[in-house]
């Protein structure tokens, strides 16, 4: 074993989302097989989502650390004022089995992607396989919202970026054109 792999996921944090151009988002992520080990980095990415970013999804490597795991929680917010919520889940080494043939195209955006949103196809459902950090191994459907977010986090994991999924590149605005002419809000 090499220094290299010595290396503990916790010391690759880094304080700034790590943004697009930027080839660690496009490298690959590795199995966690210590779950004692990344439960305070599991920790550190839920706080980091909820009172940071605000946003309903983050995968680990947005934050330098080559891990696979992710977080995911819908929230109402300013950019997406309408959508369902949902509990909090934490998967560490998630793996979608399937998907639905039936795609949906609704908007998204990415930390990792500053101001930018897109209308994105993805997929209706699909069953996910995951573990828990208590060591519990699950395999769930899910549909809609948040199976879109855990479809873009996945990918994130596997060094895919949202753009990289758009069909219609007139679909892109700014986060502020968003707002303006999509959700026709008064800035
Ligand atoms: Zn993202």
């Given amino acids: 074993m090499n220094s290299a792999t010595q290396k503990k996921f916790a010391d690759y944090i880094r304080d700034e989302v790590v943004t697009i151009g ?3 988002l496009s490298e690959a ?3 966690v097989t210590n779950l004692e080990e ?3 980095l599991c920790d550190l990415m839920v706080k980091k989502l909820r009172e940071e970013l605000k946003g309903a999804g983050l995968a680990a490597n947005q934050i330098g650390v080559p891990a696979r795991i992710l977080v995911a929680e819908l929230r109402k917010n300013e950019l997406f004022p309408t959508r369902p919520e949902s509990p909090l889940y934490i998967m560490i080494n998630p793996e979608i089995l399937s998907y639905s043939d039936e795609m949906i195209d609704d908007w998204e955006g990415c ?3 500053p101001n930018m949103v897109a209308l994105i196809p993805r997929h209706k459902s699909i069953v996910v396989k995951y573990i828990t950090l208590d060591g519990v ?3 769930e459907t899910f549909s809609e919202h948040i199976a879109r977010t855990i479809q873009h986090e996945v990918d994130h994991l ?3 970026l949202y753009f990289e999924r758009i069909k219609d590149l007139s ?3 700014t986060r502020d054109n968003f707002m303006k002419y999509v959700l026709k809000k008064d800035l």
């Fill in 22 to 24: 930027d080839p660690f």
């Fill in 38 to 40: 990344v439960a305070p």
């Fill in 137 to 139: 191994e699950h395999k």
């Fill in 158 to 160: 596997d060094g895919i």
């Fill in 111 to 113: 930390f990792s992607i």
């Fill in 171 to 173: 679909k892109i605005v």
């Fill in 29 to 31: 992520t590795r199995q």
